[in-house]
């Protein structure tokens, strides 16, 4: 059974793909998520493809990197920069409802 579930930008040059459903999604409020207003789920990178021209966000201790489409903007996930195995997707970009799973906030805004 196929439970992929495909996702992109708004102007459709980014395309993203993950190997299942997110399980919950969660609700960052550190200085970059609350800004972004991105709805994340967690998956290891493998299990995420990402393709299309991104432009990429770097900061402070440069261990992530933000993908947004080079033409519309949108945040599409973060990719670590090194050995970290797991990624971020952004749910809002994917086709699933968000309502479907549960909602993890994150409070701390220290990060
Ligand atoms: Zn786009």
């Known amino acids: ?6 996702g992109s ?3 459709g040059a980014v395309k993203i793909t993950v190997t299942r459903p997110p399980a919950d999604v969660t609700e ?6 609350r800004r972004y207003a991105g709805l994340w789920a967690y998956y290891p990178v493998k299990d995420v493809s990402l393709t299309g ?17 080079s033409n519309c903007g949108c945040v599409m996930a973060w990719l ?7 990624c971020g997707v952004n749910v809002r970009m994917l086709d699933f409802d968000i309502n479907s799973v549960k909602l993890i906030v994150e409070e701390d805004a220290s990060v």
């Open 1 to 6: 059974m196929v439970r992929e579930v495909h």
């Open 9 to 11: 930008c708004h102007c």
């Open 28 to 33: 960052c409020h550190c200085t970059i998520c």
């Open 53 to 69: 021209p991104t432009e990429v966000y770097i900061w402070g201790r440069k261990y992530l990197e933000y993908h947004r489409c």
């Open 80 to 86: 670590p920069r090194g050995e970290y195995p797991e």
